[in-house]
């Protein structure tokens, strides 16, 4: 709790072993060829379930096996991160025999199987015509930048859907980008939620297909929901910058006592009666809504247009107590609120960061060490929460998926490690 004295490392000590439940995707195989975010992501959420996710790479790692941010010994977080519960294979790509190994197992005929979730180019052996004449009923999710096929990253993405505009401080001569790759995590649900989706209309059907997501889409969509294209259609003009406020409703930070900064918001009626209750200023704000006439108790929008005459009862109030004793009064009153905090002030400092969270587990990952990981977000009441496993060493399941799925011997994985075909980890962990 944020003012408490409980830290991380005072909390309940949980590691994967703790808990066993049941997994609600077992059994279902997804081959998964990826890098950067999105379709990582995708497939990370689907072994969080419990698929059979099998990522392959070349021999070597991909262009995303050595992303920041690093260990001091260099060894990539956000690849393990991105990578939980899955299974590694180190493949040459480039040679006929790898695409040939990868081919079959993209298409090797389980029912459970024939799953492959990419964003690499959908050609050559990885045309989904291709691949289809292999196995019929193919599901192929092939996540690309623009829906025309032109190339789109995140933050090239997010420039272009009006955000940064009104990003910042209301005074700012320039833009604002957003440091968290938002619509690369949303993509990656939304090609997670496809291919089950596809998978259940193979169930019905008997029939396979190809998908394309376009991480451009997934920004789009969110957008026009939001209304942001509708109020830009409708309304004919572009939204103001508001720097730190809640754009039609309360909510911005304050400063408290000790230096720290908490935000507040009161976008319910609720909400805005129990920040008026904890912040003794019922009468004052009773007041201004007879002065005005506008309805602060049940119009959100009313908060707003008069925010600048409210802030300052909460300014005032905060500016007189610490974090601790704001954290006390506002949980107890009910006060929709939460404070800013650095990374590593929400790793010390907030139980919904650790093992006192049933989300979170500490994990032991191979080369890094013992830290705090999450399961899926999902809380199932008949299944509970699967544990997270940890991200696999770079090809540590090269010859037991080669094994396993494709039938090959010992000796045919000799002769392929000899040829440089296929590879295993690095050492023995």
């Not at 209750?277 to 908060?303: I, K, P, Q, S, Y």
Request: hydrophobic share 40%; charged share 20%; with cysteine.
């Amino acid at each position: 709790l944020v003012g408490s004295e409980m830290c991380i490392r005072d909390s309940p000590r949980r590691t994967p072993g703790d808990i066993v439940t049941a997994q609600p995707l077992a059994g279902m195989r997804i081959i998964e060829g990826s890098a950067f975010v999105a379709a990582p992501s995708g497939g990370m959420a689907l072994a969080q379930l419990g698929a059979d996710v099998i990522r392959f790479d070349t021999i070597g790692g991909g262009i995303d096996h050595k992303r920041w941010p690093l260990t001091r010994d260099g060894v990539s977080i956000y690849w393990a991160g991105l990578n939980k519960g899955k299974r590694s294979v180190q493949v040459d790509l480039r040679s006929p025999e790898g695409k040939e190994l990868l081919t079959a197992l993209i298409t090797e005929p389980d029912p459970d199987g024939g799953m492959f979730l990419t964003n690499f180019p959908a050609s050559g052996w990885l045309d989904y015509d291709a691949l289809r004449e292999r196995r019929s009923d193919l599901i192929m999710l092939q996540v690309i930048g623009n829906h025309d096929g032109s190339t789109a990253l995140d933050y090239t993405v997010n420039c272009a859907v009006g955000y940064p505009a009104v990003t910042g401080p209301v005074d700012l001569d320039g833009v604002v980008n957003h440091v968290m790759p938002g619509w690369d995590i949303a993509c990656g649900q939304a090609a997670a939620v496809g291919l089950l989706a596809a998978e259940r209309h193979r169930f019905r059907t008997g029939e396979g297909q190809f998908v394309k997501l376009a991480l451009s889409d997934v920004a789009l969509a969110a957008v026009a929901a939001l209304g942001h294209v509708g109020e830009a259609q409708m309304n004919g003009a572009e939204r103001e910058r508001l720097g730190n406020e809640l754009y039609g409703a309360l909510g911005r930070d304050y400063v408290t006592a000790d230096g720290r900064r908490v935000i507040a918001v009161a976008v319910s009626p609720n909400q805005w009666r129990a920040l008026c209750g904890a912040c003794d200023m019922v009468d004052e704000m009773a007041a201004l809504a007879e002065e005005t006439g506008l309805d602060l108790d049940r119009n959100e929008g009313d908060r707003f247009t008069l925010r600048d005459r409210i802030h300052p009862f909460v300014e005032a109030w905060c500016a007189d107590r610490t974090l601790a004793q704001i954290a006390q009064r506002w949980d107890a009153a009910g006060v929709c609120w939460g404070p800013y905090q650095t990374f590593m002030q929400l790793v010390t400092d907030d139980d919904r960061c650790s093992t006192a969270n049933p989300m979170f587990f500490d994990v032991e990952q191979p080369d890094i060490g013992t830290y705090l990981a999450p399961g899926s977000p999902l809380g199932f009441t008949q299944l509970g929460r699967r544990p997270p496993a940890p991200a696999p060493v770079l090809g540590q399941h090269t010859d037991e998926v080669f094994a396993e799925v494709l039938g090959l011997s010992d000796s045919e994985l000799g002769r392929l490690h000899d040829a440089g075909v296929i590879a295993g980890p690095a050492r023995v962990r």
